[in-house]
């Protein structure tokens, strides 16, 4: 089993909840162990953040809400003390370029079209429009999201936007009750459509441009040549959804081993107290099981 850590929450966590710089390791080096033995994991694969990242390019404003925040010293000083500790210790790799988490979802379409067993360890709601395993490790829960229910959390995404990100919903009030509604009969063939429908009713002219700068800013990338998304790509013309027109999205678990379930409900070791962290929580995110699973037999078809 192969595991793909999103690390930049563990560095920044450990380095918030810690008072020296030793403590801040040690509770780096603890939730991977812990992650690793959780997910039955031989191989660790850790992403960092790196330099630059494409999607300022695409919307100047993007995380424009946290850049008059300053950060103490000594907060800095752990967390970059955690941050050269993961790159020597744990071989972690920075995504430069992108963001961790496109780092670590073009490993697992990687892994996916290899066969290989794998799981992503994460606390970002962004990362479940990969279908697969997934582990939380600050819960330390395991679940497993089927194809349609992951582009079903990128679709969501696509008409809520991000706040903690600074990504624009269509418009003010437009929730993910809302979005969710919208959505909910539909299916892979015909999401789209709706997504676009709601953007045409909601937004109105330049419905377009912004659908597609909303796409580029959130949707998780799964190739090395970082391919832009366009709604035009699935887009049929066809927004009456009032019968389902997809194809066989069963999420039936027939046939798929179980590989570990019996984890803690408990918080990550070493850590005490909570802190907010930029990416957010999975408040959003719809999930398809709660057992990690062997994720090689559905396509990625996004």
């Known amino acids: 089993m192969k595991v793909f850590i999103d690390a930049d929450s563990i560095l920044f966590k450990a380095a918030c909840t810690q008072d020296n710089v030793h403590e801040t390791k040690n509770v780096v080096d603890r939730v ?3 992650t690793m033995v959780d997910c039955w994991a031989k191989e660790a694969y850790l992403a960092i953040k790196g330099k630059d990242n ?3 390019n695409v919307y100047s404003e993007y995380k424009a809400n946290r850049k008059d925040k300053e950060m103490d010293e000594k907060l800095r000083e752990r967390l970059n003390a955690a941050y050269f500790h993961i790159l020597d210790k744990w071989d972690a790799i920075p995504a430069d370029g992108m963001e961790a988490d496109d780092l670590v979802c073009i490993w697992a379409h990687e892994a996916r079209e290899a066969e290989n067993d794998w799981v992503i360890a994460h606390i970002d709601k962004d990362i479940n429009q990969i279908a697969g395993n997934h582990y ?3 819960t330390k829960e395991v679940y497993f999201i089927d194809d349609d229910t992951a ?3 990128f679709c969501i995404q696509l008409l809520v936007g991000d706040s903690g990100d600074n990504i624009p919903k269509i418009r003010k009030g437009y929730g993910i009750k809302t979005a969710q509604k919208a ?3 539909t299916t892979y063939k015909n999401r789209i459509d709706k997504v676009v429908d709601e953007w045409q009713r909601g937004y109105g002219r330049g419905w377009e441009k912004q659908l597609n700068m909303i796409g580029n800013l959130i949707y998780m990338k799964r190739t090395w040549d970082l391919e832009e998304w366009n709604y035009e790509d699935r887009y049929t013309g066809k927004t009456d959804v009032s019968e389902s027109n997809g194809g066989n999205q069963s999420s039936s678990d027939e046939g798929r081993k179980e590989v570990h379930t019996d984890v803690s409900d408990s918080g990550v070791q070493g850590i005490s107290g909570e802190v907010q962290v930029s990416d957010g929580g999975n408040d959003m995110a719809i999930r ?4 990690v699973k062997d994720n090689t037999n ?3 078809q996004q």
């Open 32 to 34: 991977i162990r812990d």
């Open 151 to 153: 582009d079903m959390n």
């Open 298 to 300: 559905a396509s990625i």
């Open 136 to 138: 939380n490790y600050n």
């Open 288 to 291: 398809s099981g709660s057992t």
């Open 54 to 56: 494409f999607r300022y």
């Open 183 to 185: 959505l909910a009969d």
